[in-house]
């Protein structure tokens, strides 16, 4: 029998992280790679059977390669700490890691639950990530500070779960908020990375875009208001991403004398 270690990045997270170590207690080992919460998510964490790394962020990328670092068995499976294995998934990934046809990674679709509903629509179902189950030494990140790059070292294709997992992305509008600030301020400091110019006509557009694609293009007005608020939010997001860029390039800043 194969064994298998699931890996679970948090950070401030002790609302969310019991029910999500819940859903894969069945795994021969569960690491938690904490950032130094400030709150009991580590003691949780702990108490629940896990062992606790503690990683200082420096990106989403580097906490990754660090966490699967730390995992012991031949396969891993990564969780978020908003993310439940199911039941079929459970069983599904266990026959995948004891069978000898396996390939060395796999997708797996998410099924996003907000505002009391499951979102079938805007790119939230199926939603793929980034692989989640792999053989260890199969997957290797790139120390991007967020929407994290990654690279399948195999020469097999990836393949797909059947079974979802669940993710419950945002448990109300505050935390919608909260993490359209902290990922568009990392998102920037990606940016900083490149060439590319930077202006407020450039961000309202990237804004308005990645609301359109996501509320009409991928149908989110079928899910009513929550589709809406997720819409809205992913324009917010992503506005601020470029005006924290075109602010952070030295744009918009005057001396002036107090």
Not at 63 to 81: G, M, P, T, V, Y
Not at 150 to 161: D, F
Not at 176 to 205: C, D, F, Q, W
Not at 242 to 252: L, P, V
Request: aromatic fraction near 14%; hydrophobic fraction near 40%.
């Amino acid at each position: 029998m194969s064994k298998l270690s699931v890996y679970i990045i948090a950070y401030n997270e002790e609302e969310k992280i019991k029910h999500a170590l819940q859903s894969v207690d069945w795994a021969d080992e569960i690491i938690v790679a904490d950032s130094f919460s400030t709150d009991e998510t580590a003691t949780i964490a702990e108490e629940s059977g896990a062992k606790v790394i503690q990683i200082p962020f420096n990106g989403f990328g580097e906490l990754r390669n660090k966490a699967i670092e730390a995992c012991s068995h031949d396969w891993i499976f990564s969780l978020d700490s908003d993310e439940r294995c199911t039941q079929l998934a459970k069983e599904e990934i266990q026959k995948i890691i004891n069978s000898k046809d396996s390939l060395d990674a796999y997708y797996v679709p998410r099924r996003n639950y907000f505002m009391g509903k499951w979102i079938r629509h805007a790119g939230f179902y199926p939603d793929y990530r980034q692989p989640q189950l792999f053989r260890k030494g199969a997957l290797k990140f790139k120390n991007d500070a967020v929407h994290e790059r990654y690279e399948v070292i195999s020469n097999k294709e990836c393949g797909y779960l059947k079974s979802f997992i669940n993710q419950i992305p945002f448990k109300n509008l505050e935390e919608i908020i909260h993490k359209a600030n902290r990922y568009s301020t990392l998102g920037a400091e990606k940016l900083m990375e490149t060439n590319k110019k930077s202006s407020m006509p450039k961000a309202v557009l990237h804004g308005f875009w990645a609301a359109f694609s996501m509320y009409i293009l991928k149908l989110g007005f079928l899910d009513g208001w929550p589709g809406f608020i997720l819409a809205f939010g992913n324009f917010e997001g992503t506005f601020y991403k470029y005006a924290k860029f075109y602010f952070k390039k030295g744009n918009g800043i005057k001396k002036i004398n107090l």
